[in-house]
Each structure stands twice: as structure tokens, then as C-alpha cells.
């Protein structure tokens, strides 16, 4: 694609410039701009740069990936199933479906081969995923088989009638044996891969309950009475008390080994979509957490 920078974007920044004279999206020209495909007068420019009238600015929009995915033989901690939903613990390092950069290996691709029925209303990538957790993040995740499942699930998570919590070590002592987060969660405009606290956010809420403390570091229980992308993770941060092994929101290397947040969903509990019963699965956190908090004990 190629645009000649008219008189009335004269001192636009390139990134804005694109966006204004076409279909691109501003952080699409952005990601364009950082992989070096775009060119002003046949030379690579950086997004601040300041457009002139009769700049040639080219570049080339890739094809979008075509995401699919397939059956895989991978190992799945089924905790409870029958026809209506499944109850998943996920192992730290899975991803929950098919994304750029995740064609396999995923939660998705293993709830294929072991399950014949999975709900479509999330698409043909999304099969059967009601909500999720995310890849760092151990523990138990509910799986709707058919669509009328999903439904009743998916509004108990609306209605904030389910149950979750989550274990956690974070950094630093935490004052207060138990409270509540409640801080707006949205994009962070200043970084899109990751959430911040941040006015006009999503309502979010947190509580919190302090189990142990370790001088230096603190293990809670977190509930969710909502479900934002990375919620506990930017209200811990948000508070001064990142959760220890964070990669975006915490400091880096500080609790090793780190193979991601020291996070657990540690308890879900739900009303079954077809019998009315009430529901609820506690599981263990993985040996690297448990180990890592047997190491703190010693320590303190």
C-alpha cells in the first residue's frame, strides 16, 4: 500500500498518519513500524517520526495467520466429567487455545482428543472454554460439553454466583490480613500486552485473605467476584505487592527457579448446568510451588 501525505496530516506522526489515511489501525501501523516494513521515500522511519506534504510512505499489510487446531495425545488431569462440563486441572506452561505464536499443544488441542463433545459457542478455536486462566497459571478451569452448558456456566460467571480462588505468593509483607481490591482494569496505554489500573477500566474486584508471612514475601488467597484479563495479577501489582515470578508485572528473578507467577487457581465451585447441584473442587498446587513455600518456611 502506498500513501502521499497530504497538506492536512503536514506534522502527524507516521504511525498517525497511516491510520488517518487508511484501513490500518494505528497499533497495527505501530507493529508495522517496529518490524521495519514501512518506508518514507524508500527509507526506514521510526513511529514519532513527523510526516511532510508529499511524503511517499509505503508498506505492505501481511496476510492474517490462519489460526486452526487438531486432536493431540496430551495428558490431561481430568477431576470431574460428565455429559453437560469437565473440570480441567491445567499444568503451569499450558495455553488455554489456539493464538499467534500457540498452533498446539494447547488446552484446547488436548480437550479434542480426550472429549467427543464440546460446546461451539466460542468458535471452532474455543471449543468448550467457558473462561480461562492464564498460561503461568496452574489449577482448576470449568469446560462446558454442549452449548446450553455453556450458557448457564458462562452466566454464573457474569452473575459472580461461581466460586474461585486462587493461591498465591506475592512480594513483600502485606499489612492487612484480609480485604478487598476494587480497581478499574483496561489496556495499559502505554504497553498492549499487558492491563493496568487505569480510569474508564472494566469494574474489578479482588479479595484477599493473608494464610503465611515470610519477611519478605506473603501467601494469600485470592477470590475473584470478577474476571478481567491478568486481574489478580495487575490488582497485586497495583497495590505494591506483585505476585512473586510474574514476568510483566513484577520484578524479574527475584524467587527462583522462575518458571512463571507463583499463581494457583486453587478452588472452583459452580451450580451444575442440568442437575442444580452445587459443585466445588479444591486442588493442590503444583511441586514447584509447594516446594518453593517449604524453602520460604525454612528461610524465615
Avoid: C
Avoid at 480441567?88 to 487455545?97: A, D, F, L, R, T
Avoid at 452473575?159 to 506475592?170: E, F, G, P, T, V
Avoid at 494457583?264 to 448446568?273: N, Q, R, S, T, V
Amino acid at each position: 500500500m502506498k500513501i502521499k501525505i497530504k497538506a492536512t496530516q503536514v506534522g502527524s506522526r507516521l504511525d498517525k498518519a497511516i491510520s488517518d489515511a487508511s484501513n490500518v489501525s494505528r497499533t497495527q501501523a505501530n507493529d508495522l513500524i517496529k518490524a521495519d516494513a514501512v518506508y518514507v521515500n524508500g527509507e526506514v522511519k521510526k513511529a514519532k517520526y513527523k510526516v511532510l506534504e508529499n511524503d511517499l510512505v509505503s508498506f505492505v499489510i501481511p496476510e492474517p495467520e490462519v489460526l486452526s487446531y487438531e486432536a493431540e495425545n496430551i495428558p490431561l488431569d481430568i477431576v470431574y466429567e460428565d455429559d453437560d462440563v469437565a473440570v480441567i486441572n491445567k499444568p503451569q506452561g499450558m495455553v488455554v487455545h489456539p493464538s499467534a505464536g500457540h498452533h498446539s499443544g494447547t488446552l484446547v488441542n488436548a480437550l479434542m482428543y480426550h472429549m467427543t463433545k464440546l460446546s461451539s459457542i466460542n468458535g471452532v478455536i474455543r471449543p468448550g472454554i467457558v473462561h480461562r486462566i492464564d498460561k503461568d497459571t496452574s489449577g482448576l478451569l470449568m469446560v462446558a460439553k454442549n452449548d446450553q452448558a455453556h450458557e448457564l456456566l458462562a452466566a454464573q460467571l457474569k452473575d459472580h454466583s461461581s466460586k474461585r480462588r486462587y493461591l498465591a505468593i506475592i512480594h513483600g509483607n502485606l499489612l492487612n490480613d484480609r480485604g478487598v481490591i476494587e480497581a478499574p482494569i483496561g489496556r495499559n496505554p502505554k504497553d498492549r500486552k499487558k492491563q493496568a489500573v487505569i480510569a474508564g477500566g472494566k469494574h474489578a474486584l479482588t479479595h484477599f485473605e493473608v494464610l503465611e508471612r515470610f519477611g519478605e514475601f506473603t501467601l494469600v488467597n485470592l477470590t475473584l467476584e470478577t474476571g478481567r484479563t491478568h486481574q489478580i495479577r495487575v490488582h497485586m501489582a497495583y497495590i505494591g505487592h506483585p505476585v512473586a515470578g510474574d514476568p510483566l508485572y513484577g520484578p524479574k528473578n527475584v524467587l527462583k527457579p522462575n518458571h512463571g507467577q507463583f499463581l494457583h487457581a486453587e478452588i472452583l465451585g459452580f451450580k451444575h448446568p442440568t442437575s442444580q447441584e452445587w459443585l466445588e473442587f479444591e486442588i493442590e498446587p503444583p511441586k514447584l510451588f509447594k516446594s518453593t513455600l517449604e524453602k520460604l518456611r525454612v528461610t524465615d
